[in-house]
């Protein structure tokens, strides 16, 4: 990256995050807003955990499969054991991993639609297994009552992330910023170019030295993984979990929309896409508009692909 | 007695969908030897140099390298023991520079710690651009550059694996006398720094110029090997060349 590029990167990210940082500390914000942009902070981490499969070249349509896993592996832990929430957001992302690493090595042979479809399919054995085991996950009914974030202590300050909101808008903040950082890792690093060359000629790459299963494995395990803890969180601020909520395609699909918008090649594209569209929707679209909120939704993205076809996050850059 | 010979390749076969494309070849070839393969379309070049890089695996056969067996290693393990290739039709990263597609072999085409530290990538990819004559093109994207400047490209790129075999899938076709000139010198400066050569030259531009020996095959079988002037007179290679037996168009690329 070009010098000049850099320092304009560095003072646009610096400004989106003094603004998300300090705007809730003037005062005038709300409740609402706050809790919808910690919402827009968790599907953005599902949005950026989606995008390090994209960016090995492959489109996933089954991210429900590991975003359900984490929240009935968090909800049941939670339920039968009683375990803190520390050890049910990592036993959230292990079981979605360990899915995902049974699917990469399942669907290595699988490219483009094929894949898309596979994966697509791979939601459906989770989803009916909760839907079915009812002595054990209580079927379509769910699991209601888990154990809300708790309070933990910020420099000697308790903060109850369940009913304190910007205690949990900053929490969940903080996750997001993990997850782009390791997004920032899976384009700048040595992988990253691993998963560039992959992604632009896989057979190429090979020749060249560059281990194409490694790479993918370990982009689809670390997205999967990611996700499982967004589900685990997901069911903890929920309260509840069930198969029709968090197997849902919407959740599959959504990462799809927010990362093509974002800009799936800069590593803060993928989160810029998901808080701009999912703020938009909820604080604008959905109040202006109760009943054709979807409708104005459509022309957003239609508007958008057609003047950004590389995604917004493409808009701050450097015209070349 | 002979040294042991750098590439070993005994009985080597090869089915696609029950059809057999490679009937047990035998080849060896030893260090700093150039051998050509040449042959109709079809008679199975690109599917030895396949097979020998690890893009489709045997169903007979072995390949040993520098005494080692490598036969149905993955294409990265193959290229990290130091065979690298060119594609016939190039298959440059669209999206990078010519000098980024060079780095990607600089970077990954030995194992990570074998890679010396700190060493700067940029100049030795600027470096083997120049030597294939790409200076000037180190920011054009892959997608931009012409067609021959993408196979010139291809093998700046597998030079960056700084491999002791190289296998060079027709890059004269198609090329001018001046350029195939250039890439026969080429091929004899590579050669005279220690790196062996395998060719893949249908149409004969390079192979009598630089060749140390040649091997004919026809459908997947070899027909003739020894010196270019045995083999290009040999009678069942002027058959397989002029007598168009192989109505079956494609170039033996695999897809």
């Not at chain 1, 903060?159 to 782009?180: E, K, P, R």
């Not at chain 1, 909120?293 to 950004?308: D, S, T």
């Not at chain 2, 030995?110 to 920011?139: F, I, M, W």
């Amino acid at each position: 990256m070009k010098k000049e590029g850099l320092r304009r990167h560095l003072l646009w990210t610096l400004v989106v995050l003094l603004a998300l940082g300090l705007w809730p500390l003037g005062g005038w914000h709300t409740l609402l807003v706050c809790r919808v942009l910690g919402f827009a902070f968790l599907f953005a981490m599902v949005t950026v955990a989606w995008n390090l499969v994209a960016l090995s070249g492959l489109i996933s349509l089954g991210h429900a499969a590991y975003f359900g896993l984490g929240a009935y592996a968090a909800a049941l832990l939670d339920h039968y054991s009683g375990a803190q929430v520390p050890v049910t957001l990592a036993v959230a992302g292990l079981s979605a991993a360990a899915y995902g690493a049974v699917l990469a090595v399942a669907f290595q042979r699988l490219r483009a639609a094929s894949y898309a479809l596979a994966t697509l399919a791979s939601v459906e054995i989770p989803k009916v297994i909760a839907d079915n085991w009812e002595s054990f996950t209580f079927g379509s009914l769910g699991l209601v009552g888990t154990r809300p974030l708790p309070t933990i202590s910020v420099a000697g300050f308790a903060v109850d992330l369940s009913h304190n909101i910007m205690g949990q808008y900053y929490f969940l903040m903080t996750f997001l910023a993990v997850a782009c950082a390791i997004h920032a890792l899976a384009i700048h690093s040595r992988w990253g170019w691993a998963l560039r060359a992959v992604r632009e000629d896989e057979r190429a790459a090979a020749v060249l030295g560059v281990d194409v299963f490694a790479t993918r494995f370990t982009a689809t395990v670390l997205s999967a993984a990611l996700t499982g803890v967004c589900g685990g969180l997901y069911a903890h601020l929920m309260g509840m979990t069930e198969p029709d909520l968090v197997f849902n395609l919407h959740i599959s699909a959504m990462p799809l929309v927010f990362a093509i918008l974002g800009g799936r090649f800069r590593w803060y594209g993928p989160a810029a896409g998901a808080l701009v569209l999912y703020s938009v929707d909820q604080l604008v679209l959905h109040p202006w508009l109760p009943a054709g909120h979807a409708a104005v939704y459509g022309l957003v993205i239609m508007v958008i692909l057609l003047f950004f076809p590389k995604g917004i996050g493409s808009w701050p850059a450097p015209r070349s | 007695m002979a040294r042991a010979p750098i590439l070993d390749i005994q009985g080597l076969a090869v089915k696609f969908n029950g059809r057999r494309v490679l009937k047990g070849i035998h080849l060896s070839v030893e260090q700093g030897e150039i051998v050509s393969l040449i042959g109709p379309n079809g008679a199975g070049k690109t599917t030895l140099f396949n097979a020998i890089t690890g893009l489709v695996r045997p169903s007979a056969g072995s390949v040993r390298f520098c005494g080692e067996d490598i036969t149905g290693w993955p294409a990265h393990r193959i290229c990290w023991a130091g065979i690298a290739r060119t594609f016939q039709i190039a298959r440059p990263f669209p999206e990078m520079t010519a000098e980024e597609n060079v780095r990607i072999g600089i970077w990954f085409g030995k194992r990570k710690k074998e890679l010396p530290r700190s060493r700067n990538t940029r100049e030795e990819a600027r470096r083997l651009l120049h030597l294939v004559g790409l200076e000037g093109k180190e920011e054009t994207p892959g997608r931009e550059l012409t067609l021959s400047e993408q196979r010139r490209l291809e093998v700046a790129r597998a030079l960056a694996t700084a491999p002791r075999l190289l296998l060079l899938d027709e890059i004269a076709a198609g090329l001018s006398p001046q350029a195939v000139s250039h890439a026969a010198r080429l091929v004899r400066a590579l050669r005279d720094q220690g790196t062996t050569i395998l060719l893949i030259d249908h149409f004969l531009n390079l192979t009598a110029r630089v060749s140390d020996r040649l091997l004919a095959l026809d459908q997947g079988e070899t027909i003739a090997e020894g010196s270019p002037a045995q083999v290009l007179h040999h009678p069942e290679v002027l058959s397989a060349y002029l007598g168009e037996r192989h109505p079956h168009t494609g170039s033996g690329e695999i897809p």
